[in-house]
């Protein structure tokens, strides 16, 4: 009987493919079920000037690294906070929420990381909802 060992890899995010999520935003996918992960999914999501993502919650935690720029994170009833590079979040599941870039000449880079290969994105405005992953593959 043959295997296939999963084994680890390094993820170059310049020699990988990005997709643009419209609105400014260009998200590059890193670790995720296509290259063996079990129990997470992350990658990395640049914000052109002045751009904010539309309000939206996911169905698991989900963390946030700012990797460059100044961003704002908005939560439903929750005071807004503006971040700094390295300023890391931690937001619950099904918590309504979104980052903005507060600079209106330079980009925004953040790390994002959710707790499950099934991560779904639900807009609050109109409760559409899709998996993460499907965005990656436009």
Request: glycine residues 8%; aromatic residues 6%.
């Amino acid at each position: 009987m043959t295997t296939t060992a999963i084994r680890p890899l390094v993820l170059r995010p310049a020699d990988l493919k990005s997709h643009d999520r419209g609105g400014g935003a260009c998200t590059t996918p890193l670790v995720s079920a296509g290259i063996g992960a079990t129990g997470f999914i992350n990658g990395i999501t640049e914000f052109g000037p002045g751009v904010a993502i539309p309000f939206h919650s996911h169905n698991c935690e989900e963390s946030v690294m700012l990797l460059e720029g100044h961003a704002m994170l908005e939560m439903e009833g929750e005071e807004a906070v503006a971040l700094q590079p390295q300023d890391t979040t931690w937001i619950p599941p099904n918590l309504s929420h979104r980052f903005r870039n507060l600079s209106d000449t330079e980009p925004m880079k953040i790390f994002w990381t959710y707790a499950s290969l099934q991560a779904t994105r639900t807009l609050t405005a109109t409760g559409e909802c899709r998996q993460v992953s499907a965005e990656h593959n436009r």
